[in-house]
């Protein structure tokens, strides 16, 4: 039967680009749980395994208007070196986040270093990539009250030893 609202869908997953290249998968073990409804993974990987049976595998490639979007080219753009702590490790691929005035974070990695040039890059690093998820659902079950009232999966391991949530910090 197609899991309904309030579900928790167990997944294991690969994803690789458009060239076929790995770069992302669930540790080996530890698979991805969500809680169906709270937009916690992408939309169409959500749709595509709301329509599976636990222990189905299948493969779903989106394109990058259906993933993380585009990569914009006004997202790139240049700092110089002494912009960055002195002690910070500015290298191509480090990941830094900046924050504006109202505490939010925006992500970023340094995707080039030229002298005192740094070349930022505030896009997703899949923005652009063409996606194929290979995708197993191993479980679906009804989520508990708390699971509803906090908006996403629980991992049973991490309630045990403390009353707050591991997730969220609500209690
Ligand atoms: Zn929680």
Redesign the pocket.
């Known amino acids: 039967m197609p899991i309904q609202k309030n579900q928790i869908a167990t997944f294991q997953y690969r994803v690789n680009n458009g060239e076929g290249k790995l770069i992302d998968q669930s540790e080996e073990g530890q698979p991805l749980s969500f809680l169906s409804g709270s937009e916690a993974i992408l939309p169409k990987l959500e749709a595509e395994l709301l329509q599976m049976e636990p222990g189905e595998k299948r493969e779903l490639t989106l394109q990058p208007e259906d993933a993380y979007g585009p990569h914009k080219a006004e997202l790139v753009q240049k700092m110089s070196r002494s912009q960055f702590p002195e002690d910070a490790h500015v290298e191509p691929g480090a990941q830094f986040s900046a924050r504006d005035q109202h505490g939010r974070q925006f992500p970023f990695v340094i995707s080039e270093l030229n002298g005192d040039e740094v070349t930022i890059d505030y896009n997703h690093p899949m923005a652009g990539e063409t996606l194929t998820f290979s995708v197993e659902l191993l479980n679906v079950r009804e989520a508990s009250e ?2 509803i009232a ?1 908006g ?1 999966a ?1 991992n049973a391991h991490h309630h045990h030893h403390d009353h707050e ?1 591991s ?2 910090g ?1 209690h």
């Open positions: 708390e699971e906090h996403h629980h949530c997730n969220c609500k």
